[in-house]
């Protein structure tokens, strides 16, 4: 054979030789990459499986956590400050909250009489403010049933004051439900969406209303979101 083909030949045999040997190294490297899918899937699952555990038991003690404070309340307006002894603001919350509330509940006919103030207020302090005249405070109420007549009869027995910015008269006290600081930030999001016009909750459970509805939408998980919750119902529509 002539060399200048031999010589060819053994170039392209070479070439062949080496193009083997790069084929193999691809199959290898696509079965790595098979095993690291594979392995990545596995993992994306787990992280998926551990995520709806921690999301699960988030939910769980966040839903414990409200409900020890099932006879708890927050009142905003009072004249006391951090600074303000307990037996202080006990006797104030007592007599500017809890006795004129009392006494509309007895002219209504739902009570007979009622205990005096220790056996009403279990405790009651004060939490951190920017004013510096009046602070937030958290009662702890002697049983739910004392909570239930204050959200019962607030409107009529406490007074108000006039509200400049709306032109209408509103409560001078605000009374809540004393939520788990989660429970807190979902009730001021879904408060701050433009789509609803009354926001409230009800043993610890949000609420609410959007435009042009009278739908009671209520929030079940830490996940609903106005938008979850108000789009079933508008794709039924």
């Known amino acids: 054979m002539d060399p200048t083909m031999n010589t060819i030949m053994d170039k392209l045999h070479a070439i062949s030789c080496q193009m083997g040997e790069m084929l193999a190294k691809q199959d290898k490297q696509e079965a790595a990459t098979n095993d690291l ?3 990545l899937s596995e993992l994306t699952k787990q992280n998926k499986d551990l995520a709806y555990t921690i999301s ?5 003690i966040n839903n414990c956590e409200q409900a020890l404070r099932a006879s708890f309340i927050r009142i905003v307006g009072l004249t006391v400050t951090r600074e303000t002894p307990s037996k202080d603001i006990i006797n104030c919350v007592h007599s500017t909250i809890i006795l004129p509330v009392l006494e509309a509940a007895k002219a209504a006919g739902e009570i007979d009489a009622f205990p005096s103030q220790r056996f009403l207020i279990e405790s009651a302090f004060a939490i951190p403010s920017k004013s510096t005249t009046s602070a937030p405070v958290i009662v702890k109420l002697s049983s739910a049933s004392i909570k239930s007549l204050i959200f019962q009869h607030k409107k009529e027995a406490l007074p108000s004051t006039s509200d400049p910015v709306a032109d209408r008269p509103r409560p001078k006290y605000g009374i809540y439900e004393d939520l788990t600081p989660a429970n807190l ?4 999001t879904i408060s701050e969406d433009q789509r609803t016009t009354a926001v409230w909750t009800y043993n610890g459970q949000i609420k609410f209303r959007i435009r042009d509805s009278e739908t009671i939408f209520k929030v079940r998980s830490l996940s609903d979101t106005v938008e979850s919750l108000i789009m079933p119902k508008q794709s039924a529509t």
């Open 37 to 39: 899918k594979v392995q």
């Open 56 to 60: 699960s038991q988030a939910e769980r």
């Open 185 to 188: 930030s979902q009730f001021r």
